[in-house]
C-alpha cells in the first residue's frame, strides 16, 4: 500500500472507505459480507495471535475462546464507531489507538479480504482502489453527521427501500444502536452521548434520508 502524505494521528477519529476495482460488486451475498464483517473485528486488534486464514478453519468454540482472550488482553489498533458494506464499497467511522493503527488493520483487512475473494472467484489482482481515503473528523458535529451518512448508505442508494429495513442490515451498525445487542466490536457508547435516547437517535437518521437521495443522484456532477 502506498505511504500516505497525509499521517494518521493517535486519538484522532476518520471516516475510512475505499471502493473495489472499476467499481464492480464484492460483497455479492451474505458469507462474503460475513467475512468482512469479521475481518472487521479480527483486525480491529493489534497483533492478533492467528492469521485470519487460520482463526476460520477453528472451531465456533476454539474461535469463541480465542477473540474473548483478545478482548481481554488484547491491544486494539483500531476503536469502531460505524461501518457500512455496500456491493462495491466499504464506509468505516473509527479512531486510530495505535501507531498506524488505521493503516495496518485496513491492510490487513483488504489483504485478507482479497485473497479470500480471489481464491473462491478464480481472479487474480488488486480487488480495492488503492490507497484507501481516510477524512479526518474535526468536530462533533461533522462526527455524528458522517455516521449518519454511513448508516444511511443503504437506503441512500436503494440498496433498501424502506427506512424499516434498516434495523434488520446486518452489514452496517445502525441496527446496533437501535437494538438491545450491539455487536462486541462497536463501540456505540460514544455516538449516543450525543442523544437523548435511541428515538431521537432514529429521527436524526429518517429526518435526513430524502435530502442524503437528492445528494446522490447529482453527486457524479459535484465528486470528481
Given at each position: 500500500m502506498p505511504l500516505r502524505k497525509t499521517p494518521l494521528i493517535n486519538e484522532q477519529i476518520y471516516?475510512?472507505?475505499?471502493?473495489?476495482?472499476?467499481?464492480?460488486?464484492?460483497?455479492?451475498?451474505?458469507?462474503?459480507?460475513?467475512?468482512?464483517?469479521?475481518?472487521?473485528?479480527?483486525?480491529k486488534f493489534k497483533n492478533p495471535p492467528k492469521r485470519f486464514s487460520h482463526f476460520q478453519r477453528l472451531s465456533k468454540n476454539e474461535k469463541s475462546i480465542l477473540l474473548n482472550f483478545m478482548y481481554k488482553s488484547g491491544i486494539n489498533n483500531i476503536e469502531i464507531y460505524a461501518f457500512c458494506l455496500m456491493p462495491n464499497h466499504y464506509h468505516l467511522l473509527v479512531k486510530q489507538i495505535s501507531e498506524n493503527g488505521?493503516?495496518?488493520?485496513?491492510?490487513?483487512?483488504?489483504?485478507?479480504?482479497?485473497?479470500?475473494?480471489?481464491?473462491?472467484?478464480?481472479?487474480?489482482?488488486a480487488l480495492f482502489q488503492s490507497p484507501f481515503k481516510a477524512v479526518r473528523i474535526a468536530s462533533d458535529e461533522q462526527f455524528v453527521h458522517v455516521?449518519?451518512?454511513?448508516?444511511?448508505?443503504?437506503?441512500?442508494?436503494?440498496?433498501?427501500?424502506?427506512?424499516?429495513?434498516?434495523?434488520?442490515?446486518?452489514w452496517g451498525s445502525y441496527k446496533d444502536y437501535v437494538t438491545d445487542k450491539p455487536r462486541k466490536f462497536l463501540d456505540i457508547s460514544f455516538l449516543m452521548t450525543f442523544y437523548k435516547n435511541v428515538n431521537k437517535l432514529k429521527k436524526f437518521t429518517a429526518d435526513n434520508l430524502n435530502y442524503q437521495r437528492e445528494l446522490e443522484k447529482i453527486k457524479h456532477l459535484i465528486i470528481d
Open positions: 471516516h475510512v472507505f475505499n471502493r473495489s476495482v472499476a467499481q464492480q460488486p464484492i460483497f455479492r451475498n451474505k458469507k462474503e459480507c460475513d467475512i468482512f464483517t469479521s475481518l472487521i473485528e479480527y483486525y488505521i493503516s495496518n488493520s485496513i491492510r490487513l483487512i483488504q489483504n485478507s479480504y482479497a485473497r479470500y475473494l480471489n481464491i473462491k472467484s478464480k481472479r487474480h489482482g455516521a449518519r451518512y454511513i448508516h444511511l448508505n443503504p437506503l441512500t442508494t436503494y440498496l433498501l427501500e424502506n427506512f424499516s429495513g434498516l434495523e434488520n442490515y446486518l
